[in-house]
């Protein structure tokens, strides 16, 4: 309670200087329990002088420093994306980003890009068991790796319909979004093992 | 008339002579414990005008005026009890029973009581008698149970099993007919190779003076018809190489059909108990454990589907090979035929003692080896407390006791397994030995070929072996035969009633929900609640309050129809409930539960589980309502997270409010917490509570709390002691009243000021 409290007044939202709010707040007890999207015409992603991502809900109210976070990473990342007071709050939920102008698209990619550090496996080029560990050689959207999976059982989740969520011993995470997508080659690579 | 156990003529002219007529006899049942303790023959009688117990001979013990008795009680005592008639101020104990007969006697005094209620007018109907004595004995050979649904193993109709089974099969004919040809024409060809010995040894490769001795058969004929050059013998080779080619060819189609079959089969016969098990009542599953019934799912049909894929080829082609080859050596030589079947005998009798034998000194030191495996899993999960005590000598040699012990009974097997394996195979080798013997001086007195006596001993191992593997194969058909009857038991029973006929439509209840003198028991004569009344509008909140085994979750368990009620009724907008089509009736009503079931799936599909296709906007909204949204937008997949047994781990609060929103998405309109915010801290039950303040409106709730605070928001308590409803009221009324609400709200609060005085010092 006292946490959230300290929050609230540390990241306080600066009131627009524009115009006067258009609708008065609703009961703040109401307000936790009901959903906010935030309309793509009122919404304004703009950065900071340091660079720091803002939001602007246009004539009500500016934050300073906001995080994003895709609340279905897996099954529809591009769209319902939930803007946050640093890690404390939730502002709202834009529906879908390509709504908005350009220059907040482009904050909201980089940011999501920034947060999301799961490398999309593109093609499996080798994996290999040697004592129970796999060693995969696979090129990614970040880049050619190699990593070691222990215990395909519980690191190799497979999400219906045909997604696979790889986690290597070090602790990284892989997405296969499609494992039918793959190249043949790939494909008997990872069925081998599934 | 509820009679038990018939009087014996002993008993009837008991009551002659004491004046009473036998036809006046309401209810008589046997005891099995004479009035000194001791085990003998007795008898409980109810006459029109008298209550009675008479002895195994027949002498009236005790006789009381039914207009009399005030009370009727059986009393447990250890080993067994006894049925105590109280009449006014004096008490008398009538009869005495063993344990095995408990459930009898406290059944009658049950339904006596309720008869003795009504007698006085405090009930207005006759108590209905409908005991049903616990499955504990096959009813026909009276061979005790291994559970109360697995059938008598020994009564079991094993061939009408086994035509259930089959019957399965008639979707796929087809093929069917088809495996049975290919085991004919697989045997047959099998077969091929070692009678063409014969025509080999007779017709090919022997001297002219051998063909001259031997008169040819109709298939020698033809190969003799080649000469004695090379072409017979090659002619002969391709024969075999034919015969062997095409016997695995056929082999390979029909083992592959068999498979395709056999899977076909238990897959169906899996479908369909797995669809019965959705459709049976829930208490098909309150009287087996979850083990139980999952075994019949995965055990029970696994082991059938083992039969039906690979033993089933067994038992055919065994069979098949006995016959055909007995027929072969009946045909080619009778005499010498039946010189074979001497050791047969020895070899079926003792291939099955071997066989048992050795099963159950396997099934003894699988027994050990289990043990070997608690005594290390005992020491290593507790290796703190051992160290702690200093007993590591003591659990070295305790694993050394087990581990001896295995030792020992595997050691016994595999002796066993040594010694009389070859003992058995001797006993075969009698068999060819006479063979040799009883042949040879056919062959020497040129009654029979040689070729014949060569083609014998050949047919001898393929006939001798099915026979040794006889009992084990046949132990194997048994017991799947008893999975499958358990898997028909499950098939068999009654489905849950979700439409019978007269049904109400009732697709936007209300919420009004009665309970008129409402008794009910899981078995019928111990009730959980006794005589319920309680009345309660639509929209209003009511707290069920009461010590633990009050009959709270049983009440609510009657609201969601798991259960029906044994008398009296229960109303949902003045329609009986049982009345009310299920299908509507649950798709109104929403449980909250102490311990919220997760299935495996992303949040997502959780929240969505009441509702299939709702939107995610309906799940976020939903969430956001449940004080969820938040917790499930930091995780790393946000709704995508993957939850259930083998997903992320939540902790009990995030778990609830899942359920919650779960709940609050299907919009019921009779909602039930069942101990929802028991299992999390104080500072997570606050946000629970804000988010069942908001599921609660506009709906008729019934919640069950241990901490009395949380049903604060409650319109009314209503107070269960021991099956009755006690006290019913508001907050403020009960408290006032200074009954036994009173006294719960009294000793929590002490219990709470304990705990906080504690949190104070340690804090």
């Known amino acids: 309670m006292s946490e959230e409290a300290t929050s609230k007044s540390k990241d306080a939202p600066v009131v627009g200087s524009q115009a006067a709010p258009p609708e008065p707040p609703k009961v703040g007890d109401e307000d936790d329990f009901v959903v906010r999207y935030l309309e793509p015409d009122k919404t304004r992603l703009f950065r900071s002088p340091l660079g720091s991502p803002r939001l602007e809900i246009v004539g009500e109210v500016s934050y300073p420093r906001v995080t994003v976070r895709r609340l279905r990473p897996l099954s529809d990342p591009e769209h319902y994306v939930s803007v946050w007071i640093g890690d404390d709050r939730e502002i709202g939920i834009i529906r879908d980003p390509a709504e908005l102008d350009t220059d907040s698209r482009e904050i909201i990619a980089e940011e999501l890009g920034l947060r999301y550090f799961v490398p999309v496996i593109h093609r499996i080029v080798k994996v290999k068991e040697r004592f129970g560990v796999h060693d995969w050689q696979a090129e990614t959207s970040r880049g050619t790796l190699t990593f070691s999976v222990r215990g395909l059982h519980d690191n190799l989740k497979q999400i219906p319909p045909s997604r696979l969520l790889v986690t290597d011993v070090r602790g990284n995470r892989y997405d296969i979004p499609d494992v039918n997508a793959l190249d043949a080659h790939s494909y008997v690579q990872i069925q081998r093992h599934l | ?763």
């Not at chain 2, 080649?226 to 056929?250: D, E, N, P, R, Y």
């Not at chain 2, 056999?262 to 087996?288: N, V």
């Not at chain 2, 058995?424 to 014949?452: C, F, H, K, N, P």
């Open chain 2, 1 to 763: 008339m509820p009679e038990l156990d018939a009087l014996p003529a002993a008993g009837t002219h008991a009551l002659t002579a004491a004046g009473l007529d036998p036809a006046s006899v309401v209810l008589s049942a046997s005891t099995d414990v004479n009035a000194d303790g001791t085990f003998g023959e007795g008898w409980f009688v109810l006459t029109d005008g008298d209550v009675l117990a008479l002895d195994g001979q027949g002498a009236v013990l005790h006789r009381i005026a039914y207009a009399d008795v005030t009370g009727v009680r059986s009393e447990a005592v250890v080993g067994g009890g006894m049925l105590t008639i109280q009449a006014g101020a004096d008490a008398v104990d009538l009869i005495r029973y063993s344990n095995a007969l408990a459930p009898k006697f406290g059944y009658i005094a049950q339904w006596l009581s309720e008869r003795i209620e009504w007698r006085d007018g405090k009930k207005d109907n006759e108590p209905d008698w409908n005991y049903e004595e616990e499955r504990k004995f096959c009813k026909t050979c009276r061979l005790p149970l291994p559970d109360e649904f697995t059938p008598c193993p020994a009564c079991m109709k094993k061939h009408r099993v086994f035509l259930r089974i089959l019957s399965y099969l008639k979707p796929y004919k087809v093929q069917a007919i088809a495996v049975g040809l290919f085991m004919l024409a697989t045997t047959v060809l099998t077969l091929m190779p070692t009678y063409f010995t014969r025509i080999m040894i007779d017709d090919v490769l022997a001297t002219p003076e051998a063909l001259a001795a031997n008169p040819p058969t109709s298939l020698g004929k033809i190969f003799r018809s080649m000469g004695t050059g090379g072409l017979a013998l090659l002619v002969a080779v391709l024969c075999l190489a034919g015969s062997h080619a095409v016997s695995q060819i056929l082999g390979v189609f029909r083992g592959r059909l068999h498979a395709w079959l056999g899977l076909r089969l238990s897959a169906d016969i899996r479908a369909q108990l797995y669809e019965r098990l959705h459709g049976l009542s829930l208490r098909f599953f309150d009287k087996r454990q979850t083990g139980t019934v999952m075994s019949h799912i995965t055990e029970d049909s696994g082991r059938l589907q083992g039969f039906l894929v690979d033993g089933l080829q067994f038992v055919v082609m065994d069979g098949l090979m006995i016959v055909g080859i007995g027929a072969i050596l009946f045909w080619m030589n009778w005499k010498l035929a039946l010189f074979i079947l001497i050791p047969v005998p020895l070899v079926v009798l003792g291939g099955g003692w071997f066989w048992t034998k050795v099963r159950s000194l396997w099934h003894r030191s699988w027994r050990r080896r289990s043990k070997l495996f608690d005594v290390v899993n005992d020491s290593v999960s507790g290796v703190r407390v051992v160290r702690a005590f200093a007993q590591e000598n003591y659990e070295i040699t305790r694993f050394n006791d087990a581990n001896e012990d295995v030792r020992s009974y595997e050691t016994r097997a595999e002796m066993l397994w040594a010694t009389y394996f070859p003992l058995l195979w001797l006993s075969i080798d009698v068999g060819a030995l006479i063979v040799w013997y009883v042949g040879g001086r056919q062959v020497l007195g040129t009654e029979m070929s040689l070729g014949t006596l060569m083609t014998f001993n050949g047919f001898l191992w393929r006939f001798y072996e099915p026979l040794m593997h006889a009992s084990p194969v046949l132990n194997w058909f048994s017991r799947s035969l008893t999975a499958a009857e358990r898997i028909f038991e499950v098939l068999d029973s009654e489905p849950e009633q979700y439409d019978d006929g007269s049904l109400v439509d009732l697709q936007e209840i209300k919420g009004e929900v009665e309970f008129r003198d409402l008794t009910f028991g899981y078995e019928a004569h111990k009730p959980v609640l006794k005589g319920i009344d309680l009345h309660v509008k639509p929209g209003e909140m009511i707290g069920l309050v009461g010590h633990s085994g009050a009959g709270k979750s049983t009440m609510i368990n009657l609201i969601c129809r798991f259960y029906v009620a044994n008398s009296g009724g229960l109303f949902i907008d003045g329609e009986d409930i049982n009345r009310i089509r299920l299908s509507d009736l649950r798709r109104q009503i929403g449980v909250v539960l102490q311990e919220p079931y997760l299935f495996n799936g992303s949040i997502a599909d959780n929240i969505a589980y009441a509702k299939p296709g709702a939107t995610i906007e309906e799940v976020i909204e939903a969430a956001k309502a449940a004080n969820a949204h938040e917790f499930i937008a930091k995780f790393p997949d946000g709704y995508d997270t993957q939850v259930g047994e083998r997903g992320g781990r939540l902790s009990g609060g995030e778990r609830q409010r899942i359920s919650i929103a779960r709940a609050i998405l299907h919009n019921p309109r009779i909602l039930i917490l069942d101990e929802a915010t028991s299992s999390v801290d104080v500072h997570t039950e606050k946000k629970i509570q804000e988010a069942i303040s908001r599921l609660v409106q506009n709906r008729t709730t019934f919640a069950i709390a241990h901490r009395l605070s949380t049903l604060r928001n409650a319109n009314r308590l209503f107070v269960l002691e021991k099956g009755k409803g006690v006290e019913c009221g508001t907050h403020e009324e009960l408290m006032e009243k200074k009954g036994i609400y009173f006294k719960l709200v009294d000793t929590q609060r002490q219990t709470s000021e304990i705990r906080s005085q504690a949190e104070a010092v340690s804090g």
